[in-house]
């Protein structure tokens, strides 16, 4: 797993590239947090364009990143899911509080 | 009538994270023969990978021991495709409230509770069972689209 960041005018840019499964999700947890912190953001965006495998293990840590983000008033929205990553957001309802936005960096 | 057995495949690997990805893609390998769709194989690599990781953070506790074993049983009855996945943890209690969406046992971490949710919408059939002398037993079941149906069907 690969966590890149580019910051253009508020907005931090994301994205996956790798696989997020059990194997990954705690250094990718670690990651985001850590650039989420750092980049002073007023939206960050995650793109998963680049992320070749996701499963529900993966929908633990975005909604992680979300609750420490909210507390913070910074919202996250997703961009570029797979169909598979697609159909596990919209079984969790994760689009609820994590939008879809069209877009890539 | 029962369908005619084409190939069978069984491998064990230790309760560890690292053999996620390993699990997923051998199963997705052994039903090459199928000239499966991309989502096909997305949809049961997925499946695989919830039922695995089951038995890695919840069966197996997170140990990451070699002692550990996971059994992967695949069964191809022409365009059927059967899994057994299999181990000796610690077995669930409730299986009915197990498979409930968003149902996790694991009170401080950032688990989602869907991985049972997910492998039922990703195959076509999955029951979970209790293993012989302890542990849990998940089958699964994905009929694959016929080589006929792909070509008409597009």
Redesign the interface.
Known sequence: MEVLTKMHRNILYISLNG?L???TAEYT?LALEKCMLQANAGQIVIDLANLS?????G???L??RYKKMKDRGIPIFISNP???AE??FN??GLYKIMPKIKGAI | MNKKIINTMSMTIPAKSENESFARAAVAAFCSSLDPTVDEISDLKTAVSEAVTNCVVHAYQKRQSNDDIITIACELAEDMLTVKISDHGVGIPDIKQAMQPFYTTVKDGERSGMGFTVMQSFMDKISVNNNEGGGTVVTMQKNFTKEAEKVSGE
């Open positions: 696989e499964d059990e194997k947890r495998f996701m499963d529900s293990t929908i633990g840590v909604i992680g797979s169909v598979q159909r596990i079984m969790t």
